[in-house]
């Protein structure tokens, strides 16, 4: 009994780290983004002047490395729970492959294009160019955020009902 409480701790705190997750790519794909690419290159700079203090690459890196270990916690806390494990191994490989390796694969080098190299090495129409391509991006990132997010939930309440309907252990 004392397992599946912590189980389940386990499991609605990597729900709610992944939700926080999502809302935050949410808001920088919605809200942040548009603003720092809208006249790329000009606004590229801009940004750089505003995410002086601190930015999306202060957030986004930690906060993946604690959703990764939030989700292999739980996956290792519901092992034996057949109802919830392939839905929370499903969240974590979309977390890693649709998340952390698109993010190494596909942003970290347009990141470096835009913000370390910008101007100095390359066009406006390239620069442009690979602004655009970095906000299509990202709705993908935000897609694979969703789905992150949405199967840890679904195997959160799996487990919960299992755990529920046998009175308690699952």
Known sequence: MRNDGISLAVSGAYVWIAMVAFGGIAVETVVIY????????????????????????DLFPPMGAVTVLAAAATLLSLRR?????????????TLLVGEF????????????????????????????????????????RLAFSAVTATLAFIGFL?????????????
Not at 34 to 54: G, Q, W
């Open 34 to 57: 548009p603003n720092v690419f809208h006249d790329a290159p000009a606004s590229l700079a801009k940004a750089m002047e505003f995410f002086v203090v601190t930015g999306p690459a």
């Open 81 to 93: 729970a057949r109802e919830a494990r392939w839905w929370i191994t499903g969240s974590l490989g």
């Open 101 to 140: 390796l698109f993010s190494v694969l596909y942003f970290w080098p347009r990141n470096d294009l835009m913000f370390e190299e910008g101007i100095a090495e390359h066009s406006v129409e390239f620069l442009r160019r690979t602004a655009l391509e970095f906000e299509v991006g990202h709705w993908f």
């Open 158 to 170: 799996r487990y919960h009902r299992a755990r529920a309907l046998s009175g308690g252990s699952a």
